[in-house]
């Protein structure tokens, strides 16, 4: 019989510390290939922006990631200032909604024969009403009524039928 030691891979009779020496530049090598490859990305990714900015040089991977954070800060801003716009357009939006509805419910009760009293007490409260800014969805159900008002006699509700 052969000896088993012919047999054992060169790596088993390394010592840990001998394998970690083989490793370490193989993992580092690795790790560079990685950020290389990334920065390359980017550089493809915003390949008309830099053209933009810098015409005709050649990009040192530092000017690669500078620039590419400078491009999102800007985006970010641009998408914070287009949010800000369409929140304000959701606003009039929802004041012009509510105008809407306010005429027509002028409108309906003028054309029914309604109580004058109650007529005038809704009209008063519509008026009276601030309109909120929407903010996000509607809840569905308006909120529990403070428990003073919780004490008072409740009035009968006027209903159309």
Same mark, same amino acid.
């Given at each position: 019989m052969a000896p088993s030691a012919l047999f054992l891979e060169p790596s088993a009779?390394?010592?840990?510390k001998e394998k970690n020496k083989l490793r370490k530049p193989v993992v580092e090598k690795m790790r560079r290939d990685r950020i290389?490859?990334?920065? !390359?990305?980017?550089?493809?990714?915003?390949?008309? !922006?830099?053209?933009r900015r810098q015409p005709h040089s050649k990009l040192e991977k530092a000017d690669i990631l500078e620039m590419t954070v400078s491009y999102l800060k800007q985006q970010t801003h641009l998408?914070?200032?287009?949010?800000? $716009?369409?929140?304000?357009?959701?606003?009039?939006?929802?004041?012009?909604?509510?105008?809407?509805c306010l005429q027509e419910a002028f409108h309906f009760l003028s054309l029914h024969k309604v109580q004058t009293e109650t007529q005038t007490k809704l009209l008063s409260h519509f008026q009276k009403?601030?309109?909120? $800014?929407? !903010?996000?969805?509607?809840?569905?159900?308006?909120?529990?009524?403070?428990?003073?008002?919780?004490?008072?006699t409740p009035s009968p509700l006027w209903r159309p039928w």
């Open positions: 009779l390394l010592t840990p290389n490859s990334s920065i !390359e990305q980017l550089k493809r990714l915003l390949e008309t !922006e830099f053209q998408q914070v200032k287009a949010a800000g $716009a369409l929140h304000k357009t959701s606003q009039l939006d929802f004041k012009e909604g509510y105008s809407r009403t601030p309109v909120p $800014a929407p !903010e996000g969805l509607y809840p569905l159900f308006p909120p529990n009524p403070p428990k003073q008002a919780a004490l008072k």
